[in-house]
């Protein structure tokens, strides 16, 4: 028996667990050894191993004027044991990065990485970062960074602008200011469709460096709608002598329709929709509806428009759309004697199942209830 105990003990100390057998008559028990799990033991390596060692890992291209990209060289060395492999160089948006060395660096060995930052219109403090890839096992995604901040040839604040008629004033400034070290003088300023009027006055430098205001309205006669103008600043730069700034228009006009966009929903096929249509007009200014327009044949208006002028005119949009799955769309266009707002379009859309107008044409059986 004690030397049953010796032979359990030295079982359970090595992580077994011992299972005795029946014994027979005059016989010690048989024991039979059952591994138990353990936790599972950390990878180590086998061998030398790499380490990658970076001569720096962040480099400041510092304040950079008319540039068009950043370039920089990051150096490091297999300050390990073992064969140092790259496998991959990664970056961000904007930046590039290429390995100009063997992807293989053995122990003493040294590689260069390629980072190119371009900056495509940017301004102002960037930063990127660039991460390499490596059999390294203490950093196998070793992270560098490039930064630094972008100056313009003419900085404009900001660089586009919305207008509304909806909104008081419609009107907007924008900054301009000098970046070179050569005076800043603007020569003219002018609009490609006319749509807005300009004022420019000087302002008190900044830091030693001329600055100019733009103030930029909406003109009251633009027709509703959407509109994309431009905004065209002449400068006495050689490297910039001209200056665009977008201005994106919305007209909402006197007359209003709500809603502008009917949404019909989901539709059977055959199913008749009707919808309510309202048009006012915004300062109380009475005109007529002279005619109504549809571009599907599936949808119409009711009533015809009436003969007299009103603040105000309401229509049923009513349709019955076609068995064809798929998105259903009508404009309908209100004609009328508004100077301004000739006519005042609305959309109404929604959407019929496939299943639907399977169902509608004999496939599925009888469709399902709305």
């Given at each position: 028996m004690k030397n049953l105990n010796r032979r359990s003990a030295a079982f359970a100390a090595s992580g077994l667990v011992a299972l005795l057998a029946a014994p027979a008559a005059g016989e010690f028990p048989t024991v039979?050894?059952?591994?138990?799990?353990?936790?599972?033991a950390t990878a180590v390596p086998a061998g030398p191993v790499p380490r990658i060692v970076f001569e720096a890992r962040e480099h400041d291209f510092g304040s950079v004027v008319g540039e068009e990209k950043a370039e920089h060289v990051f150096r490091f060395r297999n300050e390990g044991e073992g064969d140092l492999r790259i496998e991959r160089v990664t970056s961000t948006c904007g930046c590039t990065a290429a390995l100009l060395s063997s992807d293989a660096i053995p122990p003493g060995g040294a590689g260069e990485v390629r980072t190119t930052f371009t900056f495509g219109g940017r301004k102002g403090f960037q930063q990127k970062a660039v991460h390499v890839h490596s059999n390294d096992p203490a950093e196998p995604r070793a992270a560098l960074t490039i930064k630094g901040t972008i100056l313009p040839f003419v900085d404009v604040e900001p660089a586009s602008i919305a207008l509304r008629d909806d909104q008081a004033?419609?009107?907007?400034?924008?900054?301009?200011?000098?970046?070179?070290?050569?005076?800043?003088?603007?020569?003219?300023?002018?609009?490609?469709?006319?749509?807005?009027?300009?004022?420019?006055?000087?302002?008190?430098?900044?830091?030693?460096?001329?600055?100019?205001?733009?103030?930029?309205?909406?003109?009251?006669?633009?027709a509703a709608g959407r509109h994309f103008e431009t905004v065209t600043v002449a400068t006495n730069l050689k490297e910039r002598p001209r200056v665009e700034i977008p201005v994106h228009i919305t007209v909402m006009g006197d007359i209003q329709a709500s809603p502008t966009r009917v949404y019909l929903g989901s539709l059977q096929p055959g199913q008749e929709v009707s919808r309510q249509v309202t048009l006012t007009s915004a300062t109380g200014r009475p005109f007529r509806v002279e005619a109504v327009e549809c571009d599907n044949a599936d949808f119409g208006v009711a009533p015809a428009p009436p003969p007299g002028p009103s603040a105000a005119h309401s229509f049923t949009v009513r349709g019955r759309p076609s068995a064809q799955a798929g998105g259903v769309r009508a404009k309908i266009t209100f004609r009328t004697d508004h100077p301004k707002q000739p006519e005042v379009a609305v959309t109404?859309?929604?959407?019929?199942?496939?299943?639907?107008?399977?169902?509608?044409?004999?496939?599925?059986?009888?469709?399902?209830?709305?």
């Open positions: 039979v050894p059952v591994p138990v799990a353990s936790p599972a004033p419609a009107a907007r400034r924008v900054i301009i200011t000098q970046t070179l070290p050569d005076p800043l003088r603007i020569e003219g300023v002018s609009s490609k469709l006319d749509l807005v009027e300009t004022s420019l006055s000087e302002q008190p430098p900044a830091d030693g460096r001329r600055r100019y205001a733009l103030d930029i309205t909406l003109k009251p006669d633009t109404a859309y929604g959407y019929i199942r496939r299943e639907a107008a399977r169902a509608a044409a004999g496939e599925g059986g009888a469709p399902p209830a709305p």
